[in-house]
């Protein structure tokens, strides 16, 4: 079994909004949802601090205890909702989210878990890969987001643009016929996709912040395929080495419209083989 992790800030001068982490057992990766400059979040942590907290919260429970991921997740939203619902407001429509991605290997599966737009892909030998991504967010995203593709990333048209695009985005945030997120409310845990393979079926794995998985979802410039043997040959930080090269050939967004010209990337590769 080999394990392999790469996660890197969007700049440096930022803090690193992604986590991850892997015990022999679990993989977990975290992707904290961005406040934009000029937002109210309702909470003096931060989304480095929820997905951080969240994220260490959610390795020592899967590493700790059997049941179901989705329990797991629920708990640990709880557990990090508690540790600030005295200093802050949890009910404002901003506090910290994050995407949660999750990997169980038992005696002869290997369970998975994924809330929001991170990505898990399985390699289960010759076939396709099967990946398991949870779209809502996008679904509910593409309604809203023509006006600020239009416009060129980096401009000040475009962040006032991307600063209603998330503000719209929260209304639909935790609420049927939305989408689903971690954070202050457990309940999301129920929404999150979920399932398992059994251990003998797979070659390895993949889990991929969204910053990673642009790759191939938002660039279009490697298929689901390509990046497992990218990340078993060269590893997690060739992956984002290229991402990196792709959003720098097209700073302003004027191929690949989208939010944020850098986005914090994260991606494990854990091999069964
Ligand atoms: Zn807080």
Known sequence: MRLRLATEPASPARPNEDFAGVTSNAVVVVDGAGTPAGLESGCS??????????????????????GPLAEILSQAIRTVASLHDFTCDLSHAGSPSATVAMLRRTEDAVEWLVLADSVVVLDT??????????????????????????????????????????????EHRNREGGFWVAAADPL??????????????????????????????????????????????????ELIRRTREAERGDP?????????????????FWSFS
């Not at 401009?155 to 985005?169: D, G």
């Not at 302003?252 to 494990?268: E, F, I, L, N, Q």
């Open 45 to 66: 942590h931060g989304v480095a601090w929820y997905a951080h907290t969240l994220g260490s919260t959610l390795l020592a429970a899967v590493t700790q205890n059997t």
């Open 125 to 170: 030998g010759p076939a396709q890969p099967i990946v398991i991504c949870d779209d809502r967010v996008e679904r509910i995203g593409a309604r809203y987001r023509a006006r600020m593709d239009d416009l060129r990333s980096g401009s000040p048209e475009h962040t006032e643009a991307f600063r209603r695009y998330v503000e719209t985005l929260r």
């Open 188 to 237: 999301a845990a129920e929404h999150a996709l979920t399932g398992s393979v059994p251990v003998d079926r797979l070659r390895a794995a993949a889990l991929l912040s969204d910053g990673a998985s642009r790759l191939v979802d938002l660039f279009g410039l490697a298929t689901w395929r390509q990046v497992l043997d990218l990340l078993d040959g060269s590893g997690p930080e």
């Open 252 to 268: 302003d967004g004027s191929r690949w419209p989208r939010g944020k010209a850098y986005d914090d990337a994260t991606a494990v």
